[in-house]
């Protein structure tokens, strides 16, 4: 949730916000409606329970007939309080849901518009010149032995995969590649639950215009994640921590993929379910900004380890996530297709989880404040694509990245 004496101190930046979003701007004043009336109720319920307090010890000190009017009197006033506080919970209640369908407000810096209105922020290496016709990411994957869609979708439907033989320990070798890299740098590595309760996905903000994209399991009142950004934000929810926290989660994934239908279908691009290593901070609210740049540099050199051609862009106000301040993007060049694919996103979420999970620090005064919290993947299935894109030969062969060969054991992916 965003920070309501902001709201109160600067309504207009949030206006501004929901502008660059394209989310409606009324709700900035019906929110500050909705605050003025529930600080309205807290103060005249705290007042009328002072006021009975105070009356209490008034008719404990009288006899006779004026202890029996104030006792009548005092019936008045218990009666009064119930009502003030009927009031206070309803407005209260009134605020909260309000407060919760507001998104976080963007950096001012991000650039405004759509999907398609993203800055790119550089360039890193050249696209690979082939002197053959290369094969897609699908095609290389069958002949090497390492996807099989015709199976997973037989298995599980459309958007389901198999990974086989070299298709798994290429995985497998990319993902450990990301542990090392994320456990040298500090973070402390966790293999996540995949299910989570509700408040835990409302929580991230993932349960807002994104909830299509969410599995829920109804019987059993638990949604699946699509990242582990989710139970590692909950992670510490309703805790006070004792300093910055850094975690590398480990996870499968699970994602609807509602509304792309016709979108990336062939191969392993736009799946159902997928595995992912992801980063995920906890800093004071102004140290933010530089872990985001630290984050996204932990990104690029990632993606220099696996040695393909990448852009890095700015994402746009209005498709940046509910819970997003601002968003950078990594996407690798993908040859046969002749575009850039999204493979890392690392966003900073302000204190926008941590207020809606109650994640505090103390600050150098002893006080609880707000933590903020930030997020960027490290690793997925899809970077198969464009290694395997990347590095392919003519014979049908794909070269292993120099940096994932001891996690191989083997320099070249041979087709069987």
């Not at 909705?34 to 209490?56: P, Y």
């Not at 010890?57 to 202890?67: L, T």
């Not at 998104?103 to 360039?123: M, T």
């Not at 297709?337 to 999204?342: A, G």
Request: aromatic content about 6%.
């Amino acid at each position: 949730m965003i920070d309501l004496k902001a709201l109160r101190e600067n309504p207009e930046a949030v206006r501004a916000s929901q502008r660059a979003r394209g989310e409606d701007e009324a709700v900035v004043d019906a929110l500050l409606s909705a605050d003025e009336r529930r600080r309205s109720a807290v103060a005249r319920a705290d007042a009328l329970r002072g006021e009975q307090k105070a009356f209490g010890k008034q008719v404990g000190r009288a006899r006779g007939e004026e202890r029996e009017a104030l006792l009548a009197k005092g019936k008045e006033l218990s009666a009064e309080v119930k009502a003030a506080e009927a009031e206070q919970s309803a407005a209260e209640a009134e605020l909260t849901e309000l407060h919760r369908s507001v998104p976080n407000v963007v950096h001012p810096d991000a650039p405004e518009g759509g999907e398609d209105d993203y800055v790119v922020v550089k360039h890193v290496g050249e696209p690979p010149v082939f002197d053959f016709d290369p094969q897609d990411h699908l095609d290389l994957g069958t002949r090497l032995g390492a996807i099989d869609v015709e199976r997973g979708a037989k298995v599980s439907g459309s958007r389901f995969y198999f990974l086989t033989g070299v298709g798994a320990r290429l995985e497998l070798a990319l993902l450990n590649l990301a542990v090392a890299q994320a456990t040298a740098a500090g973070f402390s590595l966790m293999i996540t639950p995949t299910l989570v309760r509700p408040e835990i996905m409302a929580g991230t903000g993932f349960l807002g215009e994104h909830a299509s994209e969410v599995y829920r399991l109804r019987d059993d009142d638990l949604y699946l994640v699509g990242t582990s950004e989710v139970p590692l934000a909950g992670y510490h929810a309703d805790e006070i921590l004792d300093g910055e926290k850094r975690y590398a989660g480990w996870s499968s994934c699970y994602r609807r993929e509602a509304g792309s239908y016709g979108k990336d279908t062939r191969g392993i691009i736009r799946v159902h379910q997928f595995n992912k290593v992801e980063m995920f901070s906890y800093v004071k609210p102004e140290d933010a900004e530089a872990e985001h740049a630290r984050l996204l540099g932990w990104e690029e050199e990632m993606l220099a380890k696996i040695d393909v051609p990448y852009r890095v862009i700015d994402t746009a106000t209005g498709d940046l996530g509910t819970s997003a301040y601002r968003k950078f993007d990594c996407e690798a060049w993908v040859p046969t297709q002749k575009r850039f694919l999204e493979l890392t996103s690392t966003s900073n979420c302000t204190t926008f989880q941590a207020r809606r999970l109650n994640v505090r620090y103390r600050d150098e005064n002893g006080k609880t404040q707000i933590a903020a919290t930030l997020n960027g993947t490290l690793a997925t299935t899809r970077w198969l694509v464009a290694i395997l894109e990347n590095h392919q030969n003519a014979d049908g062969s794909v070269t292993v990245p120099e940096a994932l060969r001891p996690f191989m054991g083997v320099d070249v992916l041979k087709p069987r």
